[in-house]
C-alpha cells in the first residue's frame, strides 16, 4: 500500500512487483485512503510508502485499526513507531547503542534539551521523509517555527563525513546495506533534499545491530517484525541507531533490488504459499 503522491509504489517498485508475480502472489498497489476500497477483499495489507502518514497521523492510525487482522504489523505498532518517543522506550529497555535522544512538549523542556547537547537537531515527535528537521546552535536565540511535541538529539557530526547507514531487514534476518549521505550544507539524506543512496556490501558490524534492534523492537512490542529499516550514525565512535522503521520503510529497492526476493518470500510465507523454485543452469 502506498500513498497518493505514489500512486505507483515506491521507487523501485517493478522489482518487487516481479517477485510477488513469480511466486504466484497478486499484488496491487493501493493509495491507503482510497475510500472505494474494501480491504476485506485482500488476504494480506502491507504497508509501504505512506509518506503522508504524519500529516495526518489520527487518520492513519485509524484506517489501520479498521483493516483488521490482516493487516501486517498492525495499529499497536505503527502507534508506537510512528512516534519518535519510540527511540527513549527503546533505549530504555535495551542495551542497544543508540543516539541520546531527549523529550521536548514544551519550549522550556526544549530549551533546556538543547542547552544540554549543544548544537542539537530538533525533530517533529510525528515527522516523516525529514520534514520539520532542523539543526539548532544556540537555544536562546532559536524560535521554533511549530507547536510541538519535539525530540532532541545531539548533532552528529559524523554525519558530514561518514554519511547514515541503513540495514533492511526482513525475517528477522539483514538483507541488504546502503549508504546515504546529505546534500551540501544538510544533515537529511532523504533524496529530496539533495540526499544520495548507494549500495554497499553488507558489514557485520551494521548487520549485528540492525538485527539486535530489531529483535529488541519485536520484545518491546509484542509482535513479530515481518520487514524493517535500521539506520545508523557512528556517535562517539560507536556505530549506533538513530531509527527502526517498521511502518513504511522506504526500502531502496531502486538501489538493492535484490531486496525485493527477500521480502517477496516473506510474504509468501506469510500466505502459506510454496517456496519459489530455483532453476539451476
Not at 33 to 62: H, Q
Not at 176 to 202: M, W, Y
Not at 225 to 234: E, F, K, P
Request: charge should be negative.
Amino acid at each position: 500500500m502506498t500513498s497518493a503522491a505514489h500512486p505507483d509504489g515506491e521507487p523501485g517498485h517493478a522489482a518487487l512487483d516481479r517477485a510477488l508475480a513469480a511466486r504466484g502472489i497478486d499484488s496491487q498497489w493501493v493509495v491507503w485512503d482510497d475510500p472505494y476500497v474494501d480491504w476485506a477483499d485482500a488476504d494480506l495489507v502491507a504497508v509501504r510508502s505512506t509518506w503522508d502518514y504524519d500529516l495526518r497521523i489520527k487518520e492513519f492510525l485509524g484506517w489501520a485499526s479498521s483493516v483488521g487482522a490482516n493487516l501486517l504489523h498492525g495499529t499497536d505498532v505503527f502507534r508506537w513507531n510512528t512516534d519518535k518517543s519510540y527511540l527513549v522506550d527503546l533505549a530504555t529497555r535495551s542495551k542497544l547503542p543508540m543516539v541520546p535522544t531527549v523529550l521536548a512538549d514544551n519550549p522550556v523542556k526544549l530549551r533546556a534539551a538543547i542547552s544540554r547537547f549543544g548544537t542539537s537537531v530538533v525533530k517533529p515527535r510525528i515527522g516523516c521523509s525529514g520534514r520539520g528537521i532542523v539543526i539548532v546552535y544556540d537555544a536562546e536565540t532559536w524560535l521554533p517555527v511549530d507547536k510541538g511535541p519535539w525530540v532532541v538529539q545531539p548533532l552528529v557530526e559524523s554525519v558530514f563525513r561518514e554519511g547514515e547507514v541503513s540495514v533492511i531487514v526482513v525475517n528477522g534476518h539483514p538483507v541488504a546495506q546502503v549508504h546515504k549521505v546529505a546534500g551540501p550544507g544538510d544533515i537529511r539524506v532523504n533524496e529530496e533534499f539533495g540526499g544520495t543512496v548507494s549500495a554497499v556490501e553488507l558489514t557485520s558490524e551494521a548487520a549485528l545491530l540492525a538485527v539486535d534492534a530489531v529483535a529488541a523492537t519485536t520484545e518491546i512490542v509484542e509482535s513479530e517484525i515481518v520487514y524493517a529499516r535500521v539506520d545508523m550514525l557512528r556517535h562517539q565512535g560507536t556505530l549506533s541507531v538513530s531509527e527502526v522503521e517498521v511502518t513504511e520503510p522506504g526500502l531502496y529497492l531502486d538501489v538493492v533490488p535484490e531486496a525485493a526476493e527477500k521480502y517477496a518470500e516473506a510474504i509468501a510465507r506469510r500466505l502459506d504459499l510454496p517456496e519459489l523454485a530455483v532453476v539451476e543452469d
